[in-house]
């Protein structure tokens, strides 16, 4: 396993995995249980939105909780944009700056706001975050395509064989839609050999860390698995 780029709630690493087992961990994500808004009592509502459309928004800011359940609620009379931030309560607002509404002159919210734990299988307020894979691969390309890539990829690897160019796969971004795009267009297509190597990239919406992300996917996918286990038994 080889760390790509890691950043507070990016990271992207390589390694040796079947295609089967990064989809199942992938869809395990969405077990992972983290505290999410799950009722609102609106009393006051003055601004331009509906009240189903500030629940809405309101449950789909990510929260930080020590428990499964809490309350938090938002109290505001002031003019101009209310911020996500000024919901307190039994949780931390992970994001202060999202926008939920505006207020005009003399209008008020007021909101009361139930927690509770859940998955993203239930709903996506629920979800930690994202998970993506692919295999690292090599495109060989006609050597006539080689300034097209280098002017839209300038810091692709590419290196030249005869007739033909070989660009090998930027572990970062992936280029082989780009290669297959600029040969499209000229009715050709790219020849792509894949490697036995994976390129997973996992995205937090700030609940937990990325690392925790994969680390609590094969938790919940290797409980299953042992359930399954033992009632085969």
Known sequence: MEIIKKKA???????????????????????????AVDEIEISKNDSALYDETLAHRIGLIPLKAKKQTGKMKLESKKEGIVYSGELKGDA????????????????E??????????TGSEHAKFSPGLMFFRKSCEIKMDKKFKDKIKEIC?????????????????????????????????????????NSEMIIKLESFGQISPEAIFEKSI???????????????
């Not at 033909?164 to 050999?193: H, L, N, R, T």
């Open 219 to 233: 938790e919940a996918l290797r409980k299953d698995l042992n359930d399954v286990s033992k009632k085969l038994k």
């Open 9 to 35: 709630d990016k990271l992207s690493f390589s390694a040796e995995l079947e295609d089967s087992l990064a989809n199942a961990i992938r869809r395990y994500v969405n077990q992972i249980p983290v505290v």
């Open 109 to 118: 919210l007021e909101i009361k706001a139930t927690l509770k734990s859940g």
């Open 92 to 107: 931390e607002v992970v994001y202060d700056k999202i926008p939920i509404t505006l207020l005009d002159k003399n209008q």
């Open 154 to 194: 300038p810091n692709a690897n590419i290196k030249e064989s005869g007739n033909q160019i070989i660009i090998f796969d930027d572990k970062e971004e992936e280029i082989s839609d780009v290669c297959g795009g600029i040969a499209e267009k000229a009715g050709e297509k790219p020849e792509i050999k894949e």
